[in-house]
Structure formats: C-alpha cells, structure tokens
C-alpha cells in the first residue's frame, strides 16, 4: 500500500528527474497516470495548457514537455524557480562535451586550496558536514565561481551549480530515511580526489540526460499560489501543495538555498516559509498568533477539527490549530483564484495527504472536496494512493475535479 513507485524515490534513476531530490515530491509514475486516465494523449482531445501551481522540482512540467505537451510553472521559491527553468531548458550539445572537457581537465590540477574560502552561514552546519569536507566544497564552489561565474537561469554551465548542490548532499551526514531530515551520528571524511571523483560522476550523468531534448514547452513563473497572478488558461492542473503536516520545505531545501546564495540567514528562512502554503520555519510559526482568518466559507468539519486541536494541548494546542486552518484559508484562497485560470470543463489532481495533531486527524481529503463544493466544481471525487508510513491512517489522496464555467 505504501506504493513507492508513487514517491520521489520512483524518480532518482530517471533522467532529469533524479537530478535533485525533494522528499515530499510524487513521481513522474503518478503524473503519467493521471494525464493517461485525463486521454491527454487522444488526438481528438489533446491537453495544450497544463498548469503545477506548486510546482516544487517540475515534476509535472518535465513529464508534460517529454510528451509534447505545454506546461506552465508556478512557485514561490526562488531556488525551486531557478532550478526548474535549468532542469526544464534544452541544452546545446556540443556545448555540454565542452563544458565536461573543460571539467574533467580542470579537476585533475585542482587542488584544495588553504585559503578561507566562502562558507555558508548555516545554523549547525557542523551537523551537516564536517571541517575537512567543508573545505573541499568550499574549494570547489569557488572554482565554479571564478572559472564558469555565478549562477543564472539560462546558461548551460548552470548544470554544474545542479551537480555541486547535489554533491553537498551526498557528502552531507544527512538521513532522508524519514519524511523530515535527520542525521547520522557522525559527519563522513572524504579524501579531495574522491568529493572531485563524485562530483565529475554527478555531473557526467545530468549532461548525459541533458542532451534529450524536451519535445514540449516548459513556462516558469514565481509568484504566491493563492493569488495566481498572472496571465492564462488552462485545461489541466497536476499539482501536489504542502500537507498540512508541519513538514517545511526550507529545512531539506536550507542547505542548497545556502551554498548557491538564495540564502542568507535562518530570518530569510522563515519570511519565505510564511509567505507559503504551509510554512512551519521560524517566524512562520511565531506570527500565527497574530493572524486571522480571510474566508468565512470553510467546512464546519474543518472548524471542528481545529476546535479539537485546541484543547488537546494545553501549550501548543491553540497554535496548531491556527496553523491547520491557516493552511485551509489558503488554500481556499488558491482554489477561488485557480478558477480564473481555468477553460470550461477543466479538470484538477491535487495530490494531498491527511495528519493528525494530538490523536486528531486532520481528513484533508474530506475538507479539500467540501471547499470545492462550495466553489461549485463538479465531478469531485477522492482515492487512496498509497499509505506514507507505518503509522495507521496516514494516507496520501489524488483529489479530482472538473471545472464548469
């Protein structure tokens, strides 16, 4: 029931997909499901216009173009956008054989140099990595700096800032065993010939990928998902938001936003992570105190769940709820705006999962299809994808609509 093949683990062989991880992403297994079950493919009904308003890794939008199809991108990280218009761009290839020449020759007279090179501000970077290892990166981001220069979004040497973030990770003492980050007990020590041996491998296999052409469109767009404000409309949205679980994304995203310079401190963390769905990360929690609810239309089976929360905890309780029904404002505010996006008989697969706070359960699926109700979708249905752990009752759930005009 647990059904990996519908997790990111489905993806880190795949091509593109396995360029970069991010645990709560669904696999590209999924996105096909649902555009076969959708006859995207039927020449007699093709899908032009597809629309991931949380787009994450472009999941969604990768899967569409390898299939020919228009996708556009929606987010409001600016790291998931950046990566997301390299991961979805066509590449020269003779550029790429350049540029792994280059690489590969550089490297083998590089060394670690002494000096004190940049090291990101990271709270408890020790964790992560140790004395030793940090230096060899170090080392090596400042080669890409000063040889290839700074990140951008067009460039094809942008592919090398994709292979040192996922190089920090892999030489990192983090644990993604679990939906949240951990760590082992002990940071690992890598000789320099080895971190510039992984890092030519990682490198070698995302331009080995990169020379298939994506035969669709890809458009990226940053913005806040409950507003949508931008132009355009669409006949299909394959898209998985945050749950309303407490799971940050700025904590498994941190150490990349770091290194590549998308962030500067943990109050830049948290300002983002209170501008999302969701966010958890700092200050995101601290001003929950502080907010009030936008929509008077949400599910009394929401109002009693959060009315639960809060007298389930004495300390924490009052918060957690607040946050839970935060997160269903927003998306409620998502939903009422998506719908000027959407052509008549539109349909919509959000891919959601339920939680539970102090033993109540929080039935996203339930709320999810009652606020759709009240924005007069029709067709609206809900199943059972898979179970995410080995906890009882926690589920993930593809909740389908169509949209009448």
């Known amino acids: 029931m647990q059904k990996i093949d519908y997790t990111f683990k489905y993806n880190t062989k795949r091509g593109r997909h396995g360029w970069l991880r991010l645990t709560p992403a669904y696999s590209i297994a999924l996105v096909k499901e649902i555009l076969q079950c959708d006859s995207l493919f039927a020449t007699e009904n093709p899908a032009r216009n597809i629309l991931d308003p949380f787009c994450g890794t472009a999941t969604t ?3 569409a173009a390898e299939y020919g199809l228009n996708c556009t991108l929606y987010d409001i990280n600016p790291f998931l956008i950046w990566f997301c218009k390299i991961k979805s761009k066509n590449f020269n290839s003779q550029e790429l054989d350049s540029i792994i020449k280059k690489v590969t020759d550089d490297l083998k007279g590089l060394d670690a140099n002494s000096s ?17 290892t940090l230096a060899y990166l170090s080392s ?15 460039d094809d040497y942008n592919l090398l800032w994709i292979a040192f973030a996922k190089l920090c990770i892999e030489t990192s003492a983090a644990d993604f065993n679990h939906i949240s980050v951990s760590f082992k007990e002990e940071t ?33 767009i940053e913005g806040d998902s409950r507003l949508l404000d931008f132009d355009g409309k669409f006949d299909t949205v394959i898209t998985s938001p945050p749950y309303p679980n407490r799971i940050s ?11 590549l310079g998308f962030l500067e401190n943990g109050e830049e963390a948290g300002e983002l992570d209170w501008k999302a769905i969701g966010g958890t990360w700092g200050c995101a929690t601290s001003r929950l105190s502080g907010w009030t609810q936008k929509n008077t239309c949400l599910p009394d089976c929401l109002l009693k769940t959060c009315a639960a ?32 996006h959407l052509l008549p008989n539109a349909t919509i697969h959000y891919i959601l999962g339920n939680s539970s706070f102090y033993g109540n359960f929080v039935d996203t699926d339930v709320i999810i299809q009652e606020m759709l109700k009240e924005l007069r979708f029709d067709n609206i249905n809900s199943r059972i994808i898979r179970k995410r752990n080995s906890k009882s009752n926690l589920f993930e759930y593809l909740i ?4 009448v005009a």
Not at 116 to 126: A, L, Q, R, T, V
Not at 311 to 328: I, P, R
């Open 309 to 340: 929360i809060s007298k389930s905890n004495e300390k924490n309780g009052k918060a957690m709820a607040t946050y839970v029904l935060k997160f269903f404002d927003d998306m409620y505010l998502h939903f009422s705006n998506l719908r000027t």
């Open 61 to 63: 939008g990768v899967v």
């Open 249 to 259: 994304y700025i904590r498994e995203l941190r150490p990349y936003m770091y290194w």
């Open 400 to 403: 389908s609509a169509k949209y």
């Open 116 to 132: 004190d090179y940049w090291i990101p501000p990271m709270k408890n970077i020790e964790r992560w990595w140790n004395k030793e």
């Open 140 to 154: 090596l981001r400042n080669y890409i700096v000063t040889t290839w220069g700074k990140l951008n979004d067009t």
């Open 188 to 220: 690992a020590t890598y000789e320099w010939d080895s971190v510039k041996a992984m890092f030519l491998s990682i490198l070698l296999t995302m331009i080995d990928s990169a020379k298939i052409d994506l035969s669709g469109s890809v458009t990226i």
